[in-house]
């Protein structure tokens, strides 16, 4: 038996496809009793979710970590470097709500969402928000992978110029390309700044 340790939460359909898929796996659900992964980590294999620098020593037969998000710095503590773990993360399967939520905070700013609430409340329909477009602005979004494309694939229908940086200037589709080196240039000229960069 492979002992698979569940710190986030999955669904009851979740872990039975597991079980079904892999009748060999031992499922030790830890997503509402933290504690219970260093009391019986002894023969945990496999961690879904974050290990903490506190639970790692409990976990000695640790081999591989199914990080629940894209951005794994925060694994990457100096006792887990010492060990031979395999990481990985779920890189672009959260690009879409992403971008729509990094869309939906900026339309909120553009059109005064704030002031016209506040309004509402009182009762008041003569709201005197500041209404912007994002016709016509210059959006810079930092960062290309999954989030940052699916960020800028919604930006563009918008009739918003876009700007792109990532490490190497490769070219995306619609958008500027800058490297780090040239964002110093580019900032005085953006109306919003997008970071899709882990961390």
Not at 108 to 124: E, I, K, T, V, Y
Not at 150 to 169: F, K, M, Q
Request: aromatic share 4%; glycine share 8%; charged share 15%.
């Amino acid at each position: 038996m492979t002992t698979l340790a569940l710190v986030s939460a999955t669904s009851p359909e979740q872990r039975n496809a597991l079980t079904t898929a892999y009748p060999q796996l031992h499922l030790l659900d830890c997503h509402h009793d933290r504690p219970r992964l260093a009391r019986e980590g002894a023969e945990v294999a496999i961690v879904y979710g974050m290990v903490r620098p506190e639970e790692l020593p409990a976990l000695p037969k640790l081999g591989w970590i199914q990080a629940t998000w894209a951005g794994i710095e925060n694994l990457l503590y100096p006792a887990m470097r010492s060990r031979e773990v395999i990481i990985t993360n779920l890189r672009g399967q959260h690009a879409t709500a992403m971008a729509e939520h990094a869309i939906a905070g900026l339309l909120h700013m553009l059109r005064d969402f704030p002031a016209r609430s506040a309004a509402q409340a009182a009762g008041s329909w003569r709201c005197q928000a500041q209404v912007r477009l994002l016709a016509d602005s210059h959006v810079l979004v930092l960062g290309t992978g999954g989030v940052g494309r699916a960020v800028i694939d919604r930006l563009l229908p918008w009739g918003a110029r876009v700007t792109a940086l990532n490490r190497r200037g490769d070219t995306l589709p619609g958008a500027t390309t800058v490297t780090p080196e040239h964002l110093a240039q580019v900032l005085p000229s953006v109306d919003h700044v997008i970071s899709t960069i882990p961390a």
